[in-house]
């Protein structure tokens, strides 16, 4: 299985910007479709983009959709996730998580996550 690490969290006012990175090892990186979840304090886990194996197609959840970007390099095996127009409903643990199909995802290879935290 591949294995994930994310990061580029942090602290950020309403109205920024910051971009996550899920880096990935393993040479198998171009057979995994990749998708971003959050979860904030009680609430349950929440999808937020999925991008597949070659990157040709993506799809957000309607919360982000038009902030948030999600885009993949290959070569650098690795994930981003460019956040525009934060707010602080956006706040919460975000997870970078693979599997060969957006179907599997949930029973797939995660990350530990990284922490966004919006202010007002």
């Known amino acids: 299985q591949v294995q994930l690490e994310e990061s580029g969290g942090g602290l950020v006012q309403a109205g920024g910007s910051l971009r996550l990175s899920c880096a990935a090892n393993?040479?198998?990186?171009?057979?995994?479709?990749i998708a971003w979840l959050r979860q904030a304090p009680g609430k349950e886990r929440e999808f937020v983009a999925w991008?597949?194996?070659?990157?040709?197609?993506?799809n957000y959840a309607d919360s982000v959709k038009g902030r948030f970007t999600i885009s993949r390099d290959n070569a650098k095996n690795t994930v981003y996730l460019q956040m525009n127009s934060l707010k602080p409903d956006d706040t919460a643990v975000y997870y970078c998580?693979?599997?060969?199909?957006?179907?599997?995802?949930?029973?797939?290879?995660w990350g530990r996550g990284t922490q966004v935290t919006v202010s007002s």
């Open positions: 393993g040479r198998t990186f171009t057979s995994y479709a």
């Open positions: 998580a693979a599997a060969p199909t957006i179907r599997t995802i949930l029973s797939g290879s």
């Open positions: 991008i597949s194996l070659s990157g040709g197609s993506t």
